[in-house]
């Protein structure tokens, strides 16, 4: 897709963190914490539900990897892993992608809750 941010960036090969058969990685151009990572594959497809099984399982491999890195490079308490389907879901970028957010204790006041945050008023159950 020439009009697609992430197709054109697949082509940046200076711009990728790490390559992989089916996704590449980048840093995230506004983090949400220092560290975040998108991982995301070569084949444009919008998101999660409409790519392939190869894809979604190699992008489980690829989340344990950048862990670790992230974990020797940042030393981060916890992560969120997030993906945002379709517009009503908050989704920017049409391409597929899967934000890999560190966490630091302190970060925000109270992260409790965490991605239930999608809908700030019901972060909190209790
Ligand atoms: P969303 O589609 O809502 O999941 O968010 C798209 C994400 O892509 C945001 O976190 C942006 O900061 C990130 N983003 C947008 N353009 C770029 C870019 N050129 N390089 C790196 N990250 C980007
Ligand atoms: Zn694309």
């Known amino acids: ?15 990728l963190l790490a390559e992989f058969k089916h996704c590449f990685v980048i840093k995230d151009q506004y983090p949400v914490s220092p560290g975040h990572l998108l991982i995301i594959p070569y084949q444009h497809t919008e998101n999660w539900f409409t790519s392939s099984s190869e894809v979604k399982a190699e992008i489980n ?6 862990k670790k890195l992230l974990d ?4 981060p308490d916890g992560y969120n892993i997030g993906m945002n389907c379709g517009p009503a879901a908050g989704q920017t970028v ?13 970060d925000m006041s ?9 809908i700030p008023t019901k972060q909190k159950y209790e």
């Open 1 to 15: 897709m020439t009009d697609c941010i992430f197709c054109q960036m697949a082509k940046e090969k200076n711009l």
């Open 61 to 66: 491999l690829i989340l344990e990897k950048m």
């Open 72 to 75: 020797d490079g940042y030393h």
């Open 110 to 118: 109270d992260p409790r809750g965490g991605i239930r945050g999608v």
């Open 94 to 106: 049409m391409h597929l992608h899967v934000h890999l957010i560190p966490r630091y204790r302190g």
